[in-house]
């Protein structure tokens, strides 16, 4: 088996019928060996409908993932995979013609342990004007999901993302499963468990590449765009960080949180609030988002390990 491809889903039965749709377009190499394995993970819709009938056209597996959160059910499709690589993609993706070719291409010609693709957003309205994603004020790429580093083939110190990525198979013996405390649970925003992954293979010394020719096409639903979101997703982002990254045992703190944040904050929130520039202004607010995780998270454990002591 040349390649294992995991979607991961949850309660979004349409919107995986179309992605399972575009990988019937995919243009493979003569002899190529593939299989489509889709998660469930606890969905209560019509989900197991739709992937029965992709399999009348695909080689697609269901499999069934009870704990709640993508990481379980990222783990479960790797421990079922049987193919040299493992690639990983999104529910609600289209899936370019020669995405597929472009990533086993990759590993067939480079010695690397990890790809990552190309991720085109697709808007289907004008964009909005507190928005940017170039300059000095640019907002993370994981909002509205992206991930563009030109037309070459490099290696990149930015990890790529969940919606376009792939591993050789001893990549999960070496550097073990995705964390089950990160990643997407259900509803809640909560993210990073395939940048840790990405980092830890980093961290053994291997190799991860952009690929550009592999390409998918991720959508910018309408709540992606509201400013709601993006400051939720912030805010888990900062939870996140402190989760991967815990502050240095020996720094000054107030209330269990490490007193640097409180200033961060401050500084973030004196360059929010007199600003004009709508792109500006909200970068600086979403920036408040983000420590303010980074400070419930900080708080969150120490509470933990003071309970517990």
Known sequence: MNLSVVVCTFNRADSLGRTLRSFGALRLPPGFEWELLVVDNNSSDHTRRVVEDAAARLPARYLFERRQGKSFALNAGVAAARGDVIAFTDDDVTVDAGWAAALWRAFAEHSCVGVGGRVVPVWDGPRPRWYSETGPFRLMAGVIVRYEHGDAVRDVEVPPLGANLAFRREAFARYGSFRTDLGPT??????????????????????????????????????????????????????????????????????????????????????????????VRFYYRLECCRHLGQIAESHRRAAGTAGSS
């Open 186 to 279: 259900g509803t809640e925003l909560r993210r990073g468990e395939d940048t840790d992954f990405c980092e830890r293979v980093r961290a053994g010394g291997e190799a991860i590449l952009y690929v550009p020719d592999a390409v998918v096409y991720h959508p910018v639903e309408p709540m992606r765009v509201r400013k709601r979101y993006f400051q939720a997703w912030y805010y888990q982002y900062g939870r996140l960080e402190v989760r991967r990254e815990p502050p240095p045992a020996g720094v000054v703190r107030w209330w269990g949180v490490p007193r640097y944040l409180f200033r961060d904050l401050a500084g973030a929130a004196l360059r929010w609030i007199p600003a004009l520039d709508p792109r």
